[in-house]
């Protein structure tokens, strides 16, 4: 407003065509406005169904598995119960084109993670499988053809879930493993890539709770990778700052760690980004008693009480973060229970997020992946349920009270 006053009083010499052109301008740029926002909440009405038919489905990612320019659709399933894992090649427009097995083996698959493990330029798979399956990573060979590359941890860890970071910074992805098992008798692992793609040296054992995700971050910005372990039974959650080397006594030690959230937490997933545009990494938690919370970080390196998205009574069961509406503002993604999913959309104060919900009821989301599968520029959102058909939701941007 302020610049638009300073123009008037300096325009009784400026001819009424250049006057019109500078309130045309002004007035494009209002109207341009009012377009961004009216068109800043994207809808997710149109769906594909993945499958024909429900199962125990425990999570989804999207690549490029076969070198064709276009994002596939891994699913991983079982959980507790033996399932094969399924490959969806996508064509570009939004359609799969072809679906296959990733293998002949029926395992209890709890995540299938993407990354370049032996450096060949083509994404691999390591699938977290718990007990008594191996966890492999499987190599591919551009074409989204998928062999045994590698075992990596133990068969008997009650593993959920696992996440990716180079965490001793060679160059080679490696593998963290958040294990589920009974208080006082189980903790995490690192597991790390020999350069070939290939885990066969002992895994580092740290964090010693149950968890069922980790996520890699980094909180102090000394550019080694941090962890953000949330505890999944009861009990306090934490970050475990990176160290100069890895060694169970140096880096992820208990003695370094530093809390977050409440010391009674029952947290399924945490995950980290800047909601409120402090240049500080916060967490966002879903935990099945306490609902979704948002945890500031501090210059300290400490952590802010919680602010409460959104309660427990529709028990909140996965998490993803991605920028949705294309303002460069992360927004939160969470699913439930027998409950459609929700998208908190962000302002970027981290104080005000806008609930908007999308899918149906039926069955329990189990993960969450984002990508722009029908490549129509805005962000599509893959679901993965267990006791319910897997979903692709396209995002779809239209203006709001316009034909």
Known sequence: MKTYLFIVCIVST??????????????????????????????FDHALLLE??????????????DGDGHLDILLIKG??????????????????????????????????????FNGD????????????????????????NFTIGSEFGLSEWPTRNLSIADINADGFPDIILANRGDLGKTSNDICLNNGKGQFNADCISFAPYPATTISPADFNKDGVVDLIVPHR???????YPGGPNIGPDIAYSDSRRIPFGPADATIRVAAAADFNGDSLLDIVTVDENKGVNLYFGQKDQS??????????????YALTIADLNNDQKPDIIVGHIEAPSTIFFNDGTGQHFKPVSF??????????????????GTPDIAVARSDARNVLYFGNIKPKNRK
């Open 14 to 43: 400026i001819t009424q065509g250049v006057l019109a052109q500078k309130n045309s301008a002004v007035s494009n740029h209002k109207q341009e406005k009012e377009e961004k926002h009216i068109t800043s909440f994207p809808n």
């Open 52 to 65: 024909a038919r429900s199962d125990t489905t425990a999570n989804v990612s999207l690549g490029d598995l």
């Open 79 to 116: 959980r507790h119960w033996p399932i094969v894992d399924r490959i969806l090649l996508g064509d570009g427009s939004g359609r799969i084109r072809k679906a296959y097995n990733l293998s002949n083996i029926s395992d209890r698959s709890y995540t299938g993670a993407l990354a370049d």
């Open 121 to 144: 330029g083509f994404l691999d798979i390591a699938v977290s499988n718990d007990n008594p399956d191996r966890k492999l990573v499987y190599l591919n060979d551009g074409k989204g």
């Open 233 to 239: 039974d009861s009990g306090q959650s934490y970050i």
């Open 303 to 316: 952590f802010s009480a919680g602010i409460s998205l959104a309660d427990a009574k529709i028990v909140p």
């Open 359 to 376: 899918g149906d009821s039926k069955g329990t989301v189990y993960g969450f992946a984002i990508g722009d599968f029908n490549e129509d």
